[in-house]
């Protein structure tokens, strides 16, 4: 027990062991509410690291970030599922490609063969003109006008010649993409894909513990940060404790005549400030009772959210856990998803690279459309000019006699080979416009940008994301087993206290019992009364006190507006 039994004794002198009673018992009182403020103070702590990890957690697992990347890896997995689909598309594309060009080849070398054929048409009017100026300044024009022509010829020659460069690239990295295909066989791409799936819905799971453990925190931390301001009472009570003692100090028949008390006051007036310290110390229990018990209710509302805040993490572990033993080593679907890719590793350089080459494919055909109808325009005005040349020739030949007419045979055939010339042209345009109508199929969209850098960096986000809420799953969990722990242990240590509520009554009880008398007070008692009321009414710090106090004032007795103190002031009320 907190305070030794005290004997009835109409002379009091068991005071001075009261005394020391009170004073281990404030004490006593004061250590255990510091230990509990600790404890609760600490567990503020934890839940903001808590909080602000689980933060962290939903902002990685944001779906512009970590949702994001998972839509990067589904895709890339669609693209593996499709992609025998996508190579016959494309050995379509390449073979049309192919044939087009090919036509395309051989009609550009007719071309070049006429134009030739012109050019030797050219060197017989030469001859057959027998040196007239006026012929040799028409064949002059016309020559250097088929030598710009074939000199154009020879340029589309030579990107024909790079196109077939490019396109047997794109058929070898093809054949090794079907080969890389076989070997991990049709159902690794559909896996890959499955373990996307399954990552998403982990980390929307993950997403939603983390919002419910993070709401659940909030709310611990807001009252825990309530019960801890209430845990002021014990200072109240204490300093309550030792106004009482300091009282009984002064009363105490035993301590004999000191500097400040000639004389210890009378019987009577001991019996009466006796009495008041007894009914401040009921007082004092009884607040403590009131006080603490709404303080246990308080903890007690705390300690099913701690429960339910601690179930949830270990709740999310325990999913994190069986997802690893399903997947036969640390990380769950993120696991299966990395060893999938790592599997696909050389099918997704060998896709990009095709991707690549399909651009480069893809470029080429397009620049070749607009090079060649850009040619083809001046090989247009090349076969008019020639056109117009045949007839201008055959006018000149009326105008020359013998000679015109042996040169009027030779130009009579320039002007079928500029028609022939122009119907090839005619020809070749078709040709173009067809090939540029080639989809080649492919995915486009996907061919820009380092594709495998993207791929590396969305599973690197993945990953990231899927650490940080590992670590706050497994922070938390003993994080919210510290708190729990708090909890339970302020709940023990103030359940405890309930026996310095039993000591204070009793410790009142006794020191009533001593006072039985001296009910009547003489002229000496109610004379020194008159000095110590104001002095004990100065002690006080709570208006629970001067409450009381009030009570024990005789007749004619006022509290002095100096002892009097708002309410506000003071430190009752702390619920």
């Not at 109409?10 to 281990?24: C, F, H, K, S, Y």
């Not at 970030?65 to 494309?90: C, Y």
Request: aromatic fraction near 2%; hydrophobic fraction near 45%.
């Amino acid at each position: 027990m907190l305070v030794a039994p005290i004997t009835p004794d109409r002379d009091l002198t068991p005071i001075e062991q009261l005394v020391d009673g009170l004073n281990a018992l404030a004490g006593g009182l004061e250590g255990r509410f510091r230990g509990v403020g600790e404890t609760l103070a600490a567990a503020i702590d934890t839940i903001d690291r808590m909080a602000g990890a689980l933060d962290e957690v939903q902002r990685a697992l944001a779906p512009e970030r970590a949702g994001a990347a998972v839509a990067e890896l589904r895709a890339a997995a669609a693209r593996l599922t499709a992609l025998p689909e996508t190579q016959r598309r494309r050995a379509e594309d390449v073979a049309e490609l192919t044939q087009r060009t090919r036509a395309l080849r051989a009609l550009l070398a007719e071309m070049g063969e006429v134009m030739r054929l012109l050019g030797c048409y050219g060197m017989s009017i030469k001859i057959a003109s027998a040196g007239e100026p006026a012929f040799f300044q028409f064949v002059a024009v016309m020559q250097a006008k088929l030598d710009g022509s074939e000199q154009q010829l020879r340029r589309f020659a030579q990107e024909l010649e790079r196109f077939g460069r490019i396109v047997a690239d794109v058929q070898a990295t093809d054949a090794r993409l079907a080969g890389e295909c076989a070997k991990v066989g049709a159902q690794a791409p559909a896996e890959l894909a499955a373990s996307a799936d399954t990552l998403e819905a982990q980390l929307a799971a993950m997403t939603r513990m983390a919002h419910e453990v993070s709401a659940i925190t909030r709310t611990v931390q807001g009252e825990v940060a309530r019960v801890l301001g209430a845990i002021q009472i014990g200072d109240s009570v204490r300093q309550r404790v030792e106004h009482c003692v300091a009282v009984l100090r002064v009363i105490d028949p035993s301590a004999g005549i000191n500097g400040e008390r000639p004389a210890p006051p009378p019987r009577g007036a001991v019996a009466h400030v006796a009495r008041l310290i007894a009914a401040q110390m009921r007082a004092i229990a009884d607040d403590f009772r009131h006080e603490s018990i709404a303080l246990l209710d308080s903890l007690a509302r705390l300690g099913p959210l701690a429960a339910e805040l601690l179930a949830l993490v270990e709740a999310q572990a325990a999913r994190g856990a069986e997802s690893t033993s399903e997947a036969g080593g640390d990380g769950g679907a993120l696991l299966r998803l990395e060893q999938g890719i790592a599997a696909l590793g050389d099918i997704t350089a060998r896709l990009f690279d095709t991707d690549e080459q399909s651009a480069m494919l893809a470029a080429f055909v397009e620049e070749t459309v607009v090079d060649l109808g850009r040619g083809l325009q001046a090989i247009r005005a090349v076969t008019l000019d020639v056109q117009d040349i045949a007839i201008n020739t055959r006018l000149l030949c009326r105008r020359h006699g013998d000679i015109g007419r042996a040169v009027a045979v030779i130009a009579s055939e320039v002007d079928p080979c500029a028609r022939k010339l122009e119907r090839l042209r005619g020809t070749v345009v078709e040709q173009i416009a067809a090939l540029g109508g080639i989809a080649l199929g492919g995915d486009r969209a996907a061919a820009g940008g380092d594709a495998r850098a993207t791929l590396r960096d969305a599973l690197a986000v993945v990953r990231a994301a899927c650490e940080r809420s590992d670590a706050a799953v497994a922070g938390s969990g003993d994080e919210a087993r510290r708190i729990v722990a708090a909890l339970e242990h302020s709940v023990e240590e103030l359940h405890e206290q309930q026996m310095f509520i039993s000591a204070l009554e009793a410790a009142s009880g006794s020191l009533h019992d001593c006072t039985q008398g001296h009910a009547t007070l003489s002229d000496a008692d109610k004379a020194s009364l008159r000095d110590l009321m104001p002095w004990i009414a100065g002690l006080y710090t709570m208006a629970r006190e001067r409450e009381i106090h009030a009570t024990f004032l005789l007749p004619g007795m006022t509290m002095r507006t100096s002892e009097a103190v708002a309410p506000e002031e003071d430190g009752d009320g702390l619920f």
